[in-house]
Nanobody, 111 residues
Framework: QVQLVESGGGLVQPGGSLRLSCAAS????????MGWYRQGPGKQRELVAT???????NYSDSVKGRFTISRDNAKNTVHLQMDSLKPEDTAVYYC?????WGQGTQVTVSS
């Protein structure tokens, strides 16, 4: 069973940066695509970014050019560097591995 633990959320001012991390433990297979999703207040969960074992990335249009996803297969970790944050980025961010989800970490962008 794979477990995901996220960290790095918090409160940041518009234009600021945050870095989220997700550590996977258990029977982790590096060929599984990993990613980040988010759910804002009153909204459905949506894709933020995904990354394959080989480093192929996919971003939602709303974060393209501002967020960067990266992955360390040796350490079973995935990161999300978030720059130029906007208030509309406020959400709970979830790490994803196949059908497994992390517990979520709150990101709040506000002045």
């Amino acid at each position: 069973q794979v477990q995901l633990v996220e960290s790095g959320g918090g409160l940041v001012q518009p234009g600021g940066s945050l870095r989220l991390s997700c550590a996977a433990s258990g029977s982790v297979f590096s060929h599984i695509v990993m990613g980040w999703y988010r759910q804002g207040p009153g909204k459905q969960r949506e894709l933020v970014a995904t990354i394959s074992r080989g480093g192929i990335t996919n971003y939602s249009d709303s974060v393209k050019g501002r967020f960067t996803i990266s992955r360390d297969n040796a350490k079973n970790t995935v990161h999300l560097q978030m720059d130029s944050l906007k208030p509309e980025d406020t959400a709970v961010y979830y790490c994803n591995y196949g059908r497994i989800w992390g517990q979520g970490t709150q990101v709040t962008v506000s002045s």
